[in-house]
C-alpha cells in the first residue's frame, strides 16, 4: 500500500510541477520533481527498512522536507525567466508598428495597440466612472491605472462594454485591486478570438473519449471492488461472474465522482464558460480510479462565477456521499481494534480521526460501536469514505483547488494566497504531531496531503473582474464550506467520543 500510494503521490508531483512552475523557470522539471519528492521517498525508505513500529526521528523528517522547500525554491529562483527579457521587446510610446525600425521589427509585432488606437482607448474610460491616468505598455498588456469613481460592478461592465464596442473580441479586459488595493484595468490578448483557438473550441465536446474512459472506469473500479468485497483473484478468475460484486462500490464511488464534476461543469455552463465534458481517470490498481476533471477553455467572469463554480462541485458531491455513507455505515460491521490503522485501512477503520465520521459511524451502528472496536467497511461505505475524503481535499483553501476559488472569490486573490499559505503550514504541523508526540488520533497519513499541498501554487488564477465582491449569502455558504472541511479533518474531541459511547 505505502508504494502504491508513493507511486500516485510521484505521478500527481510530477503534473502539478510541470503546470505550476514550468513556465517560470528554465530548472529542468525532472529535478525539481526529485527534491520535492525527497521528503517521500526517505520517509518510505525508512518503513521499508524499519517498519512502522519505529517512528522516524523528528529531526531527520523535518530536516529533510524543510530542506527539499529551500531547494526547490532556490532551483526555481536561479532558473527563473526574467520579465526584463520580454520587457526589452516592448516599443517605444513614440512610435508605430508603421515607423518602427528593423531592430524594433519583433516589438513592433507584439505591442498590443499602436499609437492610433491608444487614443480611442482612452475614450472608453468615463472619468465619472473611472478617472484614467497613466497607461503602462507591456509586451502582451496595456495596465491602465486610475481612480474608481462609481461602483465596481458598474465601473466593469461600462468600460468593457466601451471597449468591445470599438476592439471587438480582440482583448479580454481584467480588473484587478494592484497589491496596495487599487483598482486597475487591463487589456490583454484574446486567445479564443484566433482562429486555431475557434477551430480547437468546434471540437471541444468529445463524447466518444468521455463515454470511452467512463466505461474504463466502471470496470477498473468494479475489478477493485470485487477485491474489497472480499473476492479472491483466484475465484474471480475461475468465476467470472463474481465479477458483479464489485459493482455497489463501483458505481457508488463513480456516482459520488460524476455528480461532482457534473456539479462544476453545469455551472460552468450556466456562466457560459467554454468546458470540456468531465472525464474519469482509469487506474488498474488502488481505488480504480484516480477521479474525474473537466477543463474550462475561457475565463471566469467574475468572483460571483468564481465562487458559484469553485462550491458546485463538492457541494453536489457531498449531498450524494452523505446517505451513500451512511447506508453503507449500517451495513458495515464491527471488528476488534487494530494495533495501528490509517485513513485507507478499510478492513478496520477507526473513524475519530475525523468528527463528522465518528457521529455517522456512532449513529448508523449505535451500541455495537465502542471505543475498542473499529469498522470493517462496506463497499459502498468505501466509497462514501472516499468521496469524504475527496470533498475534504477539494475543499482545503489552497491555490487552484475547489476550497482556494472559494476563498479567493470570498476575501480577494491576495488574502486568499496568505489563507492558503497558512492552511498549509497548519496541516503540516497536524501531520508532524504523530510523528513527534506518538499521537494515534491524528493519521499519519495527513504527511502526505501537507506535501501534496505544498507542491502546488499558493495563488489563484484571477477572474475577468476581480474586483467586484460577494454577496452575504454567498460569503455565508462559503464559511459554512470552511465548516464542513474542519468537520471533515479535525479529530474527534475526547468529550464528543465519551457522549456517542
Known sequence: M??????????????????????????????LWLVMMAPPFVWTGWILAYGRNQPMPAFLL??????????????????????QAKANQTTNNSKTPETAKPADAEAAKVRPINKEEEAQLRDCFPWSVYYLQDLEYHPQAVICRGHLRAKSEEAYQTIRGNIEARFGDRFLV?????????????????????????????NLYRPGLALTLLLI???TTTVIGTEIAGVTVKALQSDPSLLLKGLP????????????????????KRYKILTTLP???????????????????????NRKAL??????????????????????????????????????????????FSILLATLSKLALGNELTAKTAINLHPVAVAGYIGLIVTALNLMPVGQLDGGHIVHAMFGQKRAAA???????????????????????????????????FLMPVYDEPALNDVTELDNKRDLFGLLSLALLLLIILPAPQFLIQLLN
Not at 508504494?3 to 525532472?30: D, M, N, Q
Not at 522547500?69 to 526574467?82: F, P, S, V
Not at 469553485?310 to 453536489?316: K, Y
Open 279 to 301: 472525464y474519469f481517470i482509469p487506474i488498474p490498481f488502488f481505488l480504480g480510479t484516480f477521479g474525474a476533471f473537466i477543463q474550462m477553455r475561457s475565463p471566469v467572469p
Open 249 to 268: 462500490y463501483s458505481l457508488a464511488l463513480m456516482t459520488i465522482l460524476g455528480v461532482h464534476e457534473m456539479g462544476h461543469y453545469l455551472m460552468a
Open 419 to 453: 489563507i492558503g499559505q497558512l492552511a498549509r503550514l497548519l496541516l503540516l504541523f497536524v501531520s508532524l504531531i504523530p510523528i513527534l508526540f506518538q499521537v494515534t488520533l491524528i493519521p499519519r497519513d495527513f504527511l502526505l496531503w501537507a506535501v501534496f499541498l
Open 2 to 31: 505505502i508504494l502504491i500510494l508513493l507511486v500516485l503521490l510521484g505521478i500527481a508531483t510530477y503534473f502539478i510541477v510541470k503546470r505550476s512552475v514550468a513556465g517560470i523557470t528554465t530548472t529542468p522539471v525532472w529535478l
Open 307 to 352: 465562487f458559484d463554480i469553485g462550491i458546485a462541485g463538492p457541494l453536489a458531491g457531498f449531498i450524494v456521499t452523505l446517505p451513500l455513507l451512511f447506508w453503507g455505515l449500517a451495513n458495515s460491521s464491527v471488528v476488534p481494534l487494530p494495533e495501528r490503522t490509517g485513513i485507507l485501512q478499510f478492513n478496520a477503520l477507526i473513524p475519530n
Open 174 to 202: 481584467i480588473f484587478q485591486n494592484s497589491f496596495n488595493d487599487q483598482p486597475f484595468f487591463a487589456l490583454v490578448p484574446n486567445p479564443q478570438a484566433h482562429p486555431e483557438a475557434k477551430r480547437r473550441n468546434a
Open 62 to 83: 523535518l530536516g529533510v522536507f524543510f530542506a527539499s522547500l529551500i531547494l526547490y525554491t532556490y532551483l526555481i529562483q536561479k532558473g527563473r525567466i526574467q520579465p
Open 217 to 219: 472506469t466502471l470496470f
